[in-house]
């Protein structure tokens, strides 16, 4: 089976909804999806893209058009503990070396799952320092160690190629998904996604 793999920042909510899904996608199809923490303003960075809402703004209708498609995905698929951040754009640069700390300690699934629930169902400003250390602490997870390591080198320089690489392949946003070396964005394209991996599977 072809490695299926998930780029992700905590900054975007399509990668939250999207991470709610990939359960289901995994148990239907007996596979897991590699987790790929990227730095998603490196992205843009590096591409010359623009958040939806900034890319967005002067079209007339677009934005609503993507809410509309944001609420038919949420209803489709139940995920109604979901919230818009009161303090998006949140800088997700702590979070996401704190996404390759979790890596490195151990905890990274649990990490992974506590800061999207945080983001975006919790409503919580996660680029206040003191909001991510109570964050941590009430998630259970070794909040000194996690900080600790984010501020490493090794951990900056893994996120900072994971990122550069993302955009070597391919990427310009997250969510974006690889199924061996087919690129897929955005969750819309989830279905997408399945298809391949049971394309691969057969």
């Known amino acids: ?15 939250y909804l999207s991470h709610k899904v990939i359960p289901s996608i995994e148990q239907r199809n007996g596979v897991r999806f590699d987790y790929v923490p990227v730095l998603l303003g490196g992205v843009f960075k590096m591409t010359g ?22 609420r038919r ?28 700390a979790a890596q490195v300690a151990g905890v990274f699934e649990p990490y992974v799952n506590e800061v999207f629930e945080d983001m975006w169902a919790r409503q ?19 909040t000194e160690e996690l900080i600790r390591l984010s ?11 994971n990122t550069e690489a993302a955009v070597a392949r391919g990427a310009f946003g997250s969510p974006t998904f690889f199924v061996g070396d087919e690129i897929f964005f955005g969750k819309d394209r989830l279905r997408d996604v399945e298809a391949e991996i049971v394309k691969a599977a057969s």
């Not at 623009?50 to 944001?70: C, D, H, R, V, W």
């Not at 919580?124 to 070794?142: I, T, Y």
Request: aromatic share 8%; no cysteine.
């Open 124 to 142: 919580q400003k996660m680029d206040d320092p003191e909001v991510l250390r109570a964050r941590l602490d009430a998630a259970g997870l070794p």
């Open 49 to 70: 893209n623009q958040s939806p809402m900034t890319a967005f703004a002067g079209i007339k209708n677009k934005l609503e058009y993507e809410g509309l498609e944001t």
């Open 73 to 100: 995905f949420i209803a489709q698929h139940g995920l109604n503990g979901f919230r818009q951040n009161p303090h998006f754009p949140v800088n997700t640069l702590q979070i996401m070396r704190g996404a390759v």
């Open 151 to 161: 501020q490493t080198d090794e951990v900056k320089q893994t996120l900072l190629r």
């Open 1 to 15: 089976m072809k490695t299926v793999q998930f780029l992700f920042d905590f900054g975007s909510p399509n990668a």
